[in-house]
């Protein structure tokens, strides 16, 4: 997916926040082109070209690639060149590195395909930072969400319209959190050791258990989403796709990696307090929000239904990223993009319970 004719900024022995374990994070300019994974020795992906200095890059990702050096294209001249008197590692002209703005920024593009552009070099507290911001991100995007299947169901048949917007929502985040629900699948289903579970988790080539899961998840998701009416569905989109992203900050926080290196190992470098407690504040923000959506739309449960959307969520999510953590020694890129898709299909489930218990 990468230009010869673009340049690709790194960051020495770190990795982007992607929570799934199959793709490269893929750098995205103006023209769209992607930037290629390091370590060919660990990749399956490849580099076209030699590295640039750093300079101003197109960060771009999702959260959960395979073991990957963060890739970018530059930004400014698409030959490569460096901007008119633009010296390497010089400051950046975007947000200041450490901003609330830039870390805003790279989960963003972490967390979806939208290519925003991120100025110079990305560190790993950068990223740890960046995930501060994660459960913001969600909530858009649940908010988005609900727009759209509010908008479907109103001359669509509830189960077309859930189905056209799991699409939406996979192709916005470039599936790349079922990718790392898939690649666990496979290792942790497969029965092999610890070493050989995580061999086949970093394995591109999917098994039978990751399409399976995958394809009962997918279900899942569609038939709970396809049951709810428009009002109804504003908790579970709203709380549940916030709380799904406020797991990544709790994930590297609570558990160790289990690679020596790895996607998600960056994170790991830097275990200051400040963005979990930034997600915890912004999860707590999105219940209220969802608490306020749903009593205005009509919903049943009124305000207690975005509560109960997260905390169940959060707790189905958890409990298995615990099994997976006590088999592997700790938690991969993979495990976190798992854990985001467990609690989507948890929150719309809860989502349909609440209804029928209220009914």
């Known amino acids: 997916m990468t230009d010869d004719d673009q340049r690709q900024t790194r960051v020495p022995e770190a990795h982007p926040p992607q929570l799934d374990e199959a793709h490269a994070v893929r750098g995205q300019g103006s023209a769209g082109a992607g930037a290629s994974a390091a370590g060919a020795a660990e990749d399956a992906g490849s580099a076209d070209g030699p590295p ?100 479907l169901v109103s001359f669509l048949p509830g189960l077309v319209a859930a189905t056209l917007v799991v699409i939406l929502l996979e192709l916005l985040t470039r599936g790349l959190h079922l990718d790392g629900l898939m690649d666990t699948a496979d290792g942790i289903l497969s029965g092999a050791p610890r070493e050989r579970a995580l061999e086949i988790m970093k394995d591109h080539n999917v098994g039978a258990m990751g399409v399976a899961a995958a394809v009962l998840l997918l279900v899942l998701k569609v038939a709970a989403l396809g049951a709810l009416s428009r009002a109804d569905a504003a908790a579970p989109l709203l709380a549940g796709w ?95 993009g798992m854990g985001i898709e467990l609690a989507e299909a948890a929150a719309l489930v809860v989502g349909c319970a609440i209804v029928g218990l209220v009914t």
Request: proline letters at 7%.
């Open 52 to 151: 640039a200095a750093p300079g101003a890059a197109d960060a771009s990702g999702a959260a959960g690639g395979g073991d990957e050096a963060i890739a970018s294209s530059a930004a400014g001249d698409p030959s490569g060149a460096d901007p008119a008197g633009a010296a390497p590692g010089a400051p950046a002209a975007g947000p200041a590195a450490g901003s609330a703005g830039r870390r805003l920024t790279l989960a963003v593009t972490f967390l979806t395909g939208i290519p925003l552009k991120v100025e110079g070099d990305v560190s790993p507290a950068d990223l740890w930072g960046s995930m501060g911001w994660y459960p913001l991100v969600g909530l858009a995007m649940g908010f988005a969400a609900w727009v759209v299947y509010a908008g």
């Open 242 to 336: 916030c709380a799904a992203r406020a797991l990544p900050a709790l994930n590297v926080y609570w558990w160790p990696y289990a690679r020596l290196a790895g996607t998600g190992e960056a994170f790991t470098r830097d275990h200051t307090p400040g963005p979990l407690q930034l997600a915890g504040g912004l999860l707590a923000a999105g219940v209220v929000v969802a608490g306020i959506a749903g009593p205005w739309a009509g919903a049943a449960g009124s305000w207690y239904a975005g509560l109960l959307a997260a905390a169940v969520s959060m707790g189905v999510a958890l409990g298995v990223q615990a099994v997976v953590a006590k088999r592997l020694g700790g938690l991969t890129g993979d495990v976190y």
